[in-house]
Protein backbone atom coordinates (compact mmCIF):
# COMPACT_ATOMS: atom_id res chain seq x y z
CA UNK A 1 0.00 0.00 0.00
CA UNK A 2 2.95 2.73 0.93
CA UNK A 3 4.36 1.86 -2.45
CA UNK A 4 0.75 2.40 -4.32
CA UNK A 5 0.69 5.85 -2.62
CA UNK A 6 4.52 6.70 -3.42
CA UNK A 7 4.08 5.74 -7.46
CA UNK A 8 0.49 7.83 -7.08
CA UNK A 9 2.37 11.25 -5.39
CA UNK A 10 5.32 10.71 -8.21
CA UNK A 11 2.81 10.74 -10.69
CA UNK A 12 1.07 13.60 -9.63
CA UNK A 13 4.39 15.59 -9.41
CA UNK A 14 5.44 14.73 -12.89
CA UNK A 15 1.94 16.14 -13.88
CA UNK A 16 2.99 19.41 -11.58
CA UNK A 17 6.47 19.52 -13.51
CA UNK A 18 5.18 18.50 -16.79
CA UNK A 19 5.27 22.12 -19.32
CA UNK A 20 2.07 22.56 -20.75
CA UNK A 21 2.13 23.62 -24.88
CA UNK A 22 0.85 27.54 -25.51
CA UNK A 23 -1.68 26.36 -28.48
CA UNK A 24 -2.45 22.58 -29.75
CA UNK A 25 -0.21 20.78 -32.45
CA UNK A 26 -1.19 20.78 -35.74
CA UNK A 27 -0.73 17.76 -38.09
CA UNK A 28 2.25 18.83 -40.29
CA UNK A 29 0.69 18.35 -43.88
CA UNK A 30 1.31 21.35 -45.43
CA UNK A 31 -0.88 25.26 -45.51
CA UNK A 32 0.14 25.67 -49.65
CA UNK A 33 1.39 24.07 -51.97
CA UNK A 34 5.21 22.96 -51.91
CA UNK A 35 7.73 21.63 -54.18
CA UNK A 36 9.18 18.25 -53.57
CA UNK A 37 11.08 15.77 -55.70
CA UNK A 38 9.56 12.30 -56.24
CA UNK A 39 10.82 9.62 -57.78
CA UNK A 40 8.74 8.13 -59.76
CA UNK A 41 8.14 8.47 -63.82
CA UNK A 42 4.76 7.79 -63.51
CA UNK A 43 3.59 10.62 -60.59
CA UNK A 44 1.26 12.90 -62.22
CA UNK A 45 -1.21 15.92 -61.56
CA UNK A 46 -3.90 14.98 -58.96
CA UNK A 47 -2.26 11.50 -57.41
CA UNK A 48 -2.12 11.53 -53.39
CA UNK A 49 1.48 11.84 -52.28
CA UNK A 50 2.99 10.62 -48.47
CA UNK A 51 6.23 11.43 -46.73
CA UNK A 52 8.10 8.10 -45.77
CA UNK A 53 11.52 7.69 -44.65
CA UNK A 54 12.62 11.05 -45.49
CA UNK A 55 11.18 11.01 -49.45
CA UNK A 56 7.91 12.13 -50.78
CA UNK A 57 6.30 9.12 -52.46
CA UNK A 58 2.79 8.24 -53.43
CA UNK A 59 0.95 6.83 -51.68
CA UNK A 60 -0.14 3.36 -51.98
CA UNK A 61 -1.66 2.45 -48.53
CA UNK A 62 -5.58 2.33 -46.84
CA UNK A 63 -5.56 5.33 -44.96
CA UNK A 64 -2.08 6.25 -44.91
CA UNK A 65 -0.95 8.28 -41.84
CA UNK A 66 1.43 9.70 -43.74
CA UNK A 67 -0.15 11.98 -45.87
CA UNK A 68 0.80 15.11 -47.18
CA UNK A 69 -1.05 16.30 -50.12
CA UNK A 70 -2.04 15.85 -53.67
CA UNK A 71 0.30 16.81 -56.91
CA UNK A 72 -0.86 19.92 -58.91
CA UNK A 73 -0.55 20.89 -62.19
CA UNK A 74 3.49 22.11 -63.56
CA UNK A 75 5.81 19.68 -62.86
CA UNK A 76 9.75 19.51 -63.90
CA UNK A 77 10.86 15.70 -64.52
CA UNK A 78 14.02 14.52 -65.09
CA UNK A 79 15.68 11.67 -67.49
CA UNK A 80 16.07 9.03 -64.13
CA UNK A 81 12.14 9.22 -63.79
CA UNK A 82 12.25 11.67 -60.80
CA UNK A 83 10.86 14.99 -60.65
CA UNK A 84 10.06 18.27 -59.00
CA UNK A 85 5.88 18.28 -58.00
CA UNK A 86 4.03 20.79 -56.52
CA UNK A 87 2.49 19.12 -53.64
CA UNK A 88 -0.68 21.23 -52.33
CA UNK A 89 -1.60 20.85 -48.96
CA UNK A 90 -4.85 22.16 -48.23
CA UNK A 91 -7.67 24.66 -49.85
CA UNK A 92 -9.12 22.73 -52.93
CA UNK A 93 -7.03 20.26 -55.32
CA UNK A 94 -8.38 17.79 -58.61
CA UNK A 95 -8.01 14.15 -56.84
CA UNK A 96 -7.65 10.94 -58.88
CA UNK A 97 -10.45 8.36 -57.62
CA UNK A 98 -11.25 4.78 -57.77
CA UNK A 99 -14.15 2.78 -56.96
CA UNK A 100 -12.44 0.38 -54.75
CA UNK A 101 -15.01 1.35 -51.82
CA UNK A 102 -18.01 2.11 -54.30
CA UNK A 103 -18.93 5.49 -55.78
CA UNK A 104 -18.13 8.73 -54.26
CA UNK A 105 -20.42 11.09 -53.25
CA UNK A 106 -20.04 14.69 -52.58
CA UNK A 107 -19.20 15.24 -48.93
CA UNK A 108 -17.71 11.69 -48.62
CA UNK A 109 -15.07 11.56 -46.78
CA UNK A 110 -11.74 10.89 -49.58
CA UNK A 111 -8.37 8.66 -48.31
CA UNK A 112 -5.63 6.87 -49.70
CA UNK A 113 -5.95 3.19 -51.22
CA UNK A 114 -3.49 0.17 -52.17
CA UNK A 115 -3.27 1.32 -55.55
CA UNK A 116 -0.44 4.20 -56.27
CA UNK A 117 -1.52 7.38 -56.05
CA UNK A 118 -5.09 6.52 -56.12
CA UNK A 119 -7.34 7.68 -53.93
CA UNK A 120 -11.02 5.97 -52.68
CA UNK A 121 -14.29 6.83 -50.76
CA UNK A 122 -13.14 6.70 -46.49
CA UNK A 123 -16.00 4.01 -45.09
CA UNK A 124 -14.36 3.69 -41.69
CA UNK A 125 -12.32 5.25 -39.46
CA UNK A 126 -8.71 6.50 -40.38
CA UNK A 127 -6.93 9.16 -41.97
CA UNK A 128 -8.78 10.78 -44.53
CA UNK A 129 -7.23 13.48 -47.61
CA UNK A 130 -10.44 15.64 -47.32
CA UNK A 131 -14.44 15.85 -48.58
CA UNK A 132 -15.24 14.93 -52.18
CA UNK A 133 -16.85 18.43 -53.68
CA UNK A 134 -17.88 16.53 -56.46
CA UNK A 135 -19.79 12.70 -57.11
CA UNK A 136 -17.55 10.39 -58.93
CA UNK A 137 -19.15 6.92 -60.49
CA UNK A 138 -18.78 4.10 -63.06
CA UNK A 139 -20.46 0.71 -64.04
CA UNK A 140 -16.74 -0.07 -64.27
CA UNK A 141 -15.38 -0.79 -60.87
CA UNK A 142 -11.65 -0.08 -62.17
CA UNK A 143 -12.44 3.02 -63.28
CA UNK A 144 -10.69 6.04 -61.76
CA UNK A 145 -11.67 10.21 -62.44
CA UNK A 146 -10.36 13.57 -61.41
CA UNK A 147 -12.55 14.94 -58.99
CA UNK A 148 -12.38 18.18 -56.91
CA UNK A 149 -11.99 17.76 -53.35
CA UNK A 150 -11.59 20.18 -50.23
CA UNK A 151 -8.03 18.81 -48.47
CA UNK A 152 -8.04 18.81 -44.83
CA UNK A 153 -5.97 15.92 -43.75
CA UNK A 154 -6.93 14.53 -40.47
CA UNK A 155 -7.81 11.50 -38.31
CA UNK A 156 -11.84 11.12 -38.55
CA UNK A 157 -14.06 8.47 -36.69
CA UNK A 158 -16.40 6.90 -38.85
CA UNK A 159 -19.09 4.29 -38.03
CA UNK A 160 -18.34 1.02 -39.80
CA UNK A 161 -20.82 -0.06 -42.35
CA UNK A 162 -18.49 -3.22 -43.06
CA UNK A 163 -20.63 -6.78 -43.95
CA UNK A 164 -18.17 -9.12 -43.09
CA UNK A 165 -17.99 -10.51 -40.27
CA UNK A 166 -16.88 -9.45 -36.47
CA UNK A 167 -13.46 -10.96 -36.01
CA UNK A 168 -12.87 -8.77 -39.64
CA UNK A 169 -14.54 -5.84 -38.47
CA UNK A 170 -12.63 -5.96 -34.86
CA UNK A 171 -9.53 -6.37 -37.02
CA UNK A 172 -10.61 -2.77 -38.89
CA UNK A 173 -11.27 -1.10 -35.49
CA UNK A 174 -7.61 -2.45 -33.97
CA UNK A 175 -6.37 -0.93 -36.85
CA UNK A 176 -7.73 2.31 -36.64
CA UNK A 177 -7.07 2.58 -32.88
CA UNK A 178 -2.85 1.60 -33.67
CA UNK A 179 -2.77 4.24 -36.27
CA UNK A 180 -4.12 6.95 -34.51
CA UNK A 181 -2.10 5.86 -31.69
CA UNK A 182 1.10 5.95 -34.04
CA UNK A 183 0.24 9.48 -35.34
CA UNK A 184 -0.66 11.28 -31.68
CA UNK A 185 3.06 9.45 -30.48
CA UNK A 186 4.44 11.37 -33.72
CA UNK A 187 2.78 14.37 -34.28
CA UNK A 188 1.86 15.23 -30.56
CA UNK A 189 5.00 13.07 -28.24
CA UNK A 190 3.91 15.13 -25.25
CA UNK A 191 0.16 14.73 -25.49
CA UNK A 192 0.67 11.24 -25.59
CA UNK A 193 2.82 11.05 -22.91
CA UNK A 194 0.14 12.93 -20.93
CA UNK A 195 -2.16 9.81 -21.57
CA UNK A 196 0.08 7.27 -20.82
CA UNK A 197 0.18 8.93 -17.80
CA UNK A 198 -3.05 9.93 -17.11
CA UNK A 199 -3.84 6.03 -17.44
CA UNK A 200 -0.73 5.24 -14.83
CA UNK A 201 -2.48 8.02 -12.31
CA UNK A 202 -6.05 5.90 -13.07
CA UNK A 203 -5.10 2.67 -12.37
CA UNK A 204 -3.22 3.65 -9.09
CA UNK A 205 -5.73 5.94 -8.05
CA UNK A 206 -8.73 2.51 -8.84
CA UNK A 207 -6.45 -0.05 -7.70
CA UNK A 208 -6.03 2.41 -3.90
CA UNK A 209 -9.55 2.50 -3.99
CA UNK A 210 -10.69 -0.79 -4.45
CA UNK A 211 -7.71 -2.65 -2.10
CA UNK A 212 -8.99 -0.18 0.99
CA UNK A 213 -12.44 -0.68 0.52
CA UNK A 214 -11.65 -4.33 0.43
CA UNK A 215 -9.50 -4.20 3.57
CA UNK A 216 -11.96 -1.97 5.53
CA UNK A 217 -15.20 -3.99 4.45
CA UNK A 218 -13.82 -7.02 5.75
CA UNK A 219 -11.76 -5.78 9.10
CA UNK A 220 -15.05 -3.93 9.62
CA UNK A 221 -17.43 -7.12 9.46
CA UNK A 222 -14.63 -9.36 11.73
CA UNK A 223 -14.92 -6.27 14.27
CA UNK A 224 -18.48 -6.19 14.45
CA UNK A 225 -18.67 -10.23 14.98
CA UNK A 226 -16.22 -10.13 17.71
CA UNK A 227 -17.68 -7.07 19.71
CA UNK A 228 -21.57 -6.51 18.75
CA UNK A 229 -21.82 -4.03 21.12
CA UNK A 230 -19.74 -1.77 19.17
CA UNK A 231 -21.07 -2.07 16.10
CA UNK A 232 -22.50 1.39 15.74
CA UNK A 233 -18.70 2.59 16.06
CA UNK A 234 -17.81 -0.19 13.79
CA UNK A 235 -19.96 0.99 10.98
CA UNK A 236 -19.37 4.82 11.33
CA UNK A 237 -15.29 4.03 11.00
CA UNK A 238 -16.20 1.70 8.22
CA UNK A 239 -17.97 5.01 6.16
CA UNK A 240 -15.46 7.27 7.07
CA UNK A 241 -12.73 4.76 5.59
CA UNK A 242 -15.07 3.87 2.29
CA UNK A 243 -15.61 7.70 2.22
CA UNK A 244 -11.11 8.65 1.93
CA UNK A 245 -11.07 5.48 -0.51
CA UNK A 246 -13.47 7.15 -2.69
CA UNK A 247 -11.79 10.47 -2.21
CA UNK A 248 -8.72 8.81 -3.43
CA UNK A 249 -10.23 7.81 -6.94
CA UNK A 250 -12.28 11.08 -7.17
CA UNK A 251 -8.98 12.87 -7.06
CA UNK A 252 -6.95 10.01 -9.61
CA UNK A 253 -9.68 10.34 -12.09
CA UNK A 254 -9.50 14.42 -11.47
CA UNK A 255 -5.67 14.21 -11.80
CA UNK A 256 -6.04 11.58 -15.37
CA UNK A 257 -8.87 14.46 -16.62
CA UNK A 258 -6.20 17.03 -15.97
CA UNK A 259 -3.31 14.87 -17.44
CA UNK A 260 -5.83 15.04 -20.84
CA UNK A 261 -7.25 18.21 -21.15
CA UNK A 262 -4.38 20.74 -20.31
Known amino acids: MKTAWKLFLIVAFIFLLSPRPAQ ?7 SMAKIVVINNAS ?3 GNIVSFKAGNFE ?5 YDIDLRGVIGEGALTFSDGSGNYSVIGSGAAEVIVGLANGPIAKGDFVTSSPVEGIGQKATYSGMVLGQALADFSSNNKSD ?3 IPVALNIHFVSLSSKSTGSFVSQLGTSMLSLLDVSKLAAME ?15 TIALAITFTNFGKVAQKGVEAAGRNPLAGRLIT ?3 I ?4 LALGTCAIGLLLAYLLLVA
Open 43 to 45: AKP
Open 144 to 146: TGL
Open 24 to 30: AAVLSSD
Open 188 to 202: QPSKALRGILAVIVM
Open 240 to 243: INVG
Open 58 to 62: LSKLD
Open 236 to 238: INV
